[in-house]
Structures are given as C-alpha cells and as structure tokens.
C-alpha cells in the first residue's frame, strides 16, 4: 500500500511540473488511486459526499469575507494612506520609504488576509515612490516582496484560518498566537533595512523630511484603517462575534470607508466581487483536490506509516520539527501556501502531535506548529527558484532583474530564519496572548 502513495505523490509533482493546475494535480492521481484500491463505485459514492461536505462547512465562509475585505481595502485606497502616513514620519531616514512600504504591509496584512494581495498592493503604492526616490531597484523589490510576506503572518491569515479547519483549532487563538511573530517580523524586518542602508547607503536615499503638520494630516487618513482593526479583532476576542461574523463586519466596515472616501467607486466593487469570487473559487477547488488525494493517500496507510516509523526515530523531537519546517521551505519553491497546507496538514500534524515538545498541551502544541509553519511558508514565497513574491514583484516591477531581487531578499531571509529559530525554542512568546484569552 505504501507504494501505491509513494506512485500516487509523485504523479501529481509529475503534473505539478507540467504546469497542469495545483488542484488538478492532486485530484487526478488521487482519484486514479481510490479508484483502483477500491472501485469505480467507491470512488462515486465519495466525490458525492465529499464535495457536500466540504463545502458545506460554516467556517469555511469566513475565507470568502476576509478575501473581499481584502479587496475592499485594495480597491478603496487604504494601502496609498497607510504608506503616505508611514513615509512622512520615516521617510527622511536613509532608507526610510523601504521602511515605510514594510509598516505599510504589516498595516494592510491586518485587513488583507493574502500575501500575493499584500505584495502586488503595496508595490502598486510603492515602487514607484521609492524609485523616483532613489532607491535602487534591488532593495526595493526585495523590500516589497519581503513586506508581502506579513500578509499572511499579521491576523486575519486565510492559511491560518484553513490550517485552524484542517487541524479543528480554535481560529481565534490562532489569530492570537501570529500576533506577537508578526510585530517580531515586521521590526526584524525594519532592523535588516537599517543594517543594510547602512553597509550599502548608495541603495537608499533619505527623503525631505516632513513637517509635523503634514505628519499628522497623514496620520489621520489612517484612522478607518485602525478603527476598523479594532472594531473586527476587539469584537472578535471580546466575544461579541465570531471569526465569521466578524469577517463579515469588516468587509462591511470596509466598503463604507471606501464609500464614503470616494476612492471605491461602481467599477471598484465590481473588481472586489469578481476578484474575490476568483480567488474563492481557486481556494475550493484547491481543497476538492487536497481531499481526493488525502482519501487515496489515507487507504495507503502512508500517514499513519509516517507517524509510526517518526514516533521510533532516536532523535530529539525538535530535530524532527526542524526537519519537517525545512521540508516545507523545500515545498514552497514550488507550490502555493494553501496547496501545501491542505496537502501535507493532514499527514504531518498526527506525527506532530505525537511528539513530547517542550511539554506542551495539545492544543498549544498544535497553534505553536500552525504559526511556525506559517513563518515557514512565508519564507518559501521569498527563497529561490519560485519564490511566488518575487515573481509578483518582478512582473510589476519589471525594470529589475529577477535575480537581483533575489539577491535583496537575502538579508530578509536571514532575519527569518532567526525569528523562527527563536520562536522554535521559546515557543511562550507564540503563546504569549493565547493564555491570556483562555
């Protein structure tokens, strides 16, 4: 039987590698698999339930509301005021706009949700602010890109809300435990920009500095953007609503911002509609296929082998977390954050929560590996060959190499893997805010 799974993964990286489409890759030798390990029937009688089932799940709808959340803040402008705000306190620093463009990111990362709709947004803000400035094509590409990545990180993460479906964990504790990684991130991040403006100043150059009147003006068209972060989150961990409902009061609250901005017009929503039913659709799809392949890998017996022969290894349960993060830094290269999720979930995380780490329970046991493997992902939407940021950044920003771009993203991926180091081995400050909402 386990060869059988082995066949049936390495036909959908075949696929994978032909360019078919993620979620046909993995419903096609999957459902090639079920089929023959049981039988024509079989294999009908379980794309009717499936299918039902899954998309019938509530949770499930909230992926929709902070995708088009998303795109309300996107279409109605909010990215253009929160880099206007950061760059008239920070732009008159050497490297300043880079620094700008990374608390512009972490900002729209809180009502976004996407890290490919963070990236492309703020390089439409950015890029050309910084190279008008100055700046080399270099370090801001990698700036940008690198800055997409806490679009996912900073709550609300549609990875994270799939991770807590898969894992049946509690979405806003999850939401919790990214939190504090995310700030870690984002000042990492602004640390690598000043090192690196510093050792390289002929990268960056400062900007005129700003008047405090006009620092302030700038502050204040911020305001719908935290009004709206606290009204969603506060709610949220108040117990007022939700995760659902409260993804639902934010696509609200962030239509009438751009309503009453004039920046969302009748053209805008039409786009918000139709990019998040795009992107709806893909995620679904996404899931179908990661379920036709979980239930053929599952008669195989493969995770549970997995586990059985992990669970024997004479080594320390860190090094196997270890091994298992790097696996998923080499599977970024080549897949997208949620194909990889919803593949690899269900076969990895039994092993995982049969593991004595740092004597945790299993439910802190299981938000301390959702965050790290979202971090995790970050980083394999950065490091090369594929990383999808860089590629998002470059076809916008198309006047720079890719290779220099990957070049800038060095220094950021080294401030990664520090961040997950540490988050590694001192897995309380993940679950730092977690304890104090439980």
Request: glycine share 10%; proline share 5%; net charge neutral.
């Amino acid at each position: 039987m386990s060869s059988t799974g082995l066949w049936i993964f390495g036909a959908m990286l075949a696929l994978m590698a032909l360019r078919v489409p993620i979620a046909a890759a993995m419903f096609i030798p999957g459902a090639i698999g079920y089929a023959l390990m049981t039988s024509d029937m079989a294999l009908l009688n379980l794309l009717k339930g499936s299918s039902v089932a899954r998309l019938s799940v509530y949770d499930l709808s909230v992926i929709p509301l902070f995708l088009l959340m998303g795109q309300f803040a996107t279409q109605g402008g909010l990215s253009r005021a929160l880099f206007k705000a950061a760059a008239a306190f920070v732009g008159h620093v050497r490297g300043g706009l880079a620094m700008a463009a990374i608390m512009a990111a972490a900002a729209f990362g809180a009502v976004c949700g996407s890290s490919v709709a963070t990236c492309a947004t703020i390089t439409q803000v950015a890029y050309g602010e910084m190279k008008r400035g100055g700046y080399h094509g270099r370090l801001s590409t990698a700036v940008l890109a690198t800055g997409g990545t806490l679009g996912i990180l900073i709550p609300p993460s549609v990875p994270l809300v799939v991770y807590a479906i898969l894992t049946e964990q509690n979405i806003a504790k999850l939401f919790a435990a990214a939190m504090v990684p995310g700030l870690i991130a984002t000042v990492g991040y602004l640390i690598v920009i000043a090192i690196y403006c510093r050792v390289r100043p002929e990268l960056a150059q400062p900007s005129v500095r700003e008047s405090w009147p006009t620092r302030w003006r700038a502050l204040l068209g911020v305001w719908p953007m935290v009004t709206i972060f606290i009204i969603v989150f506060g709610g949220i961990y108040g117990g007022v609503f939700s995760p659902t409902e409260g993804a639902a009061v934010g696509a609200i609250a962030t239509f009438v911002t751009g309503r009453f901005s004039g920046e969302l017009d009748g053209a805008g929503i039409r786009r918000s509609f139709v990019g998040t039913a795009e992107t709806s659709a893909m995620v679904f799809m996404i899931f179908l296929g990661a379920d036709m392949m979980n239930s053929a890998l599952a008669i195989t017996q493969m995770p549970a082998q997995l586990a059985d022969w992990v669970g024997h290894l004479q080594i320390h349960p860190l090094l196997i977390v270890a091994g298992i993060l790097a696996f998923y830094v080499l599977l970024g290269c080549v897949m997208d954050e949620l194909s990889m999720l919803l593949l690899t979930i269900p076969v990895i995380f039994p092993t995982v929560m049969g593991l004595d780490l740092w004597g945790l329970s299993q439910e802190h046991k299981a938000i301390w590996f959702g965050v790290l493997v979202l971090m995790t992902v970050g980083i394999g939407m950065l490091a090369p060959p594929v990383g999808l940021n860089v590629y998002v950044v470059n076809g916008m920003a198309r006047d720079v190499p890719m290779n220099e771009t990957y070049k800038g993203v060095m220094p950021f991926l080294v401030s990664d893997v520090l961040r997950l180091t540490l988050l590694l081995f001192f897995p309380g400050i993940t679950l730092a805010l977690v304890k104090l909402i439980s």
